[in-house]
């Protein structure tokens, strides 16, 4: 291998943070208050153990599998993470090195690429969208998904409006002019890789995102999307249907870790659900994504099909998803470093990095497929579950 190759996602975070300037490593870090979540979301997965048989299946292992009609090589995905502009290619690199592996790719409406471009590097293309602005609007944004080609959609319900950090929130400006030039340059020139990179390019790192704007419309700022949908009242159920009505096509609700509210999505028409936790960005203090993934398949395995985020680093941590219910998973913020450390080699190399970890881990405990897998082929501690406690809401380890 070059270079440039590295073994493991923790590596890929390494030189990821050596070569962003320290605010863009943190805006890719993210997280919420303490971080107990985001921190939970990682760890998590380490309570886990594996019962694995030592004789008597294939010596093949088989990872294809099938997420919302779309054939996949392996049971990974992409994420939707808005503002890839970590590197000139962003949203682009990242579609060509999922396409190139044979998955699918997740993209944010708060992408810095448009839909068309993405659709046209990868045709298993997910348009992910948020309950913002009038209904005409949100029609609008469908309307050209749905022209684009866009195969899916995924409606995030799980982003509140908590962002402040005890480890400190990066500056993040309205856009890249004088003021914003000024403040980042001390960063900038530490990292004279990244500088050299996009100099290359003669361009600056765009805030703009196309995907929210209408036909005709300039694109507007992130921050001026994020304004409109904090302004806009929060979906019901009933809402969720009828964007499901207006798809008319697959569509995910992202952002479950209620059994409630998996149920409810299964009633809204979904055709699938995430189980996740906006990767720790969300309220500090709920339970690591995966501790709610065995509720919500109990509540719901066999009506929808479960997916899921959070915490991922490594394909043994897939093959745990999967055993407790999930479809397949979709990597973020280790994408985002493959992104950030070799661009779209970087990517193609994480996903590499998870193909080969659930190969070895199938092999290991002696199962042929990942449609295969089940929670007794995991060791699984009394109270890793979390169930929430119907009556006073809170999160109760699940009983045995």
């Known amino acids: 291998m070059g270079g440039d190759w590295f073994e493991t996602i923790a590596e890929a975070e390494r030189r990821a943070e050596k070569r962003l300037p320290r605010s863009v490593a943190l805006a890719v870090r993210a997280g919420s208050e303490r971080g107990l979540t985001l921190a939970d ?30 054939e ?198 979904a055709a699938a659900i995430s189980v996740s936790n906006h990767g720790g960005n969300n309220l500090d203090g709920t339970p690591a994504a995966i501790r709610a993934l065995p509720g919500v398949a109990e509540a719901v395995g066999g009506e929808i099909e479960i997916l899921f985020d959070g915490g991922i680093r490594r394909g043994s941590d897939v093959v745990k998803a999967v055993a407790l219910g999930a479809r397949a998973v979709m990597l973020g913020r280790a994408a985002l470093w493959g992104l950030a450390a070799n661009g779209q080699a970087g990517v193609a190399n994480v996903l590499e990095i998870m193909r080969a970890g659930i190969t070895e881990t199938l092999n290991a405990i002696d199962v042929a497929s990942v449609r295969d897998l089940t929670p007794h082929d995991l060791v699984v501690p009394p109270g890793f579950a979390r169930t929430p406690n119907r009556q006073s809401g809170s999160w109760l380890p699940a009983e045995p």
């Open 72 to 269: 996949i090589s392996m049971p990974v995905l992409i994420s939707p993470t808005g503002v890839q502009a970590i590197h000139p290619d962003g949203e682009l690199a990242v579609a060509r090195a999922a396409a190139a592996r044979g998955t699918a790719m997740g993209l944010s409406s708060f992408a810095s690429k448009p839909i068309e471009e993405i659709v046209a590097a990868n045709p298993q293309t997910f348009l992910q969208v948020y309950w913002s602005g009038t209904r005409e609007k949100m029609v609008q944004r469908l309307h050209r998904a749905k022209a684009a080609g866009a195969v899916g959609l995924i409606v995030t319900l799980d982003w509140s409006f908590v962002h402040a950090r005890d480890w400190g929130s990066p500056f993040i400006p309205e856009r890249i002019d004088r003021k914003a030039v000024l403040h980042y340059a001390p960063e900038v020139l530490r990292r004279p890789r990244w500088l050299a990179q996009w100099a290359k390019t003669k361009t600056l790192p765009d805030l703009s995102v196309p995907n929210w704007a209408g036909p005709g419309e300039p694109a507007p700022t992130f921050f001026g999307a994020y304004g409109e949908w904090m302004m806009t009242p929060p979906p019901t159920w009933d809402d969720v249907a009828w964007l499901c009505s207006q798809w008319e096509g697959p569509l995910v609700v992202k952002g479950i870790t209620h059994p409630d509210d998996a149920r409810a999505a299964v009633q809204a028409g």
């Open 41 to 70: 979301n990682v760890a998590a997965f380490g309570e886990l153990g594996f019962a694995p048989h030592m004789a008597g299946l294939s010596a093949k292992r088989e990872q294809a599998t099938v997420v919302m009609g779309q």
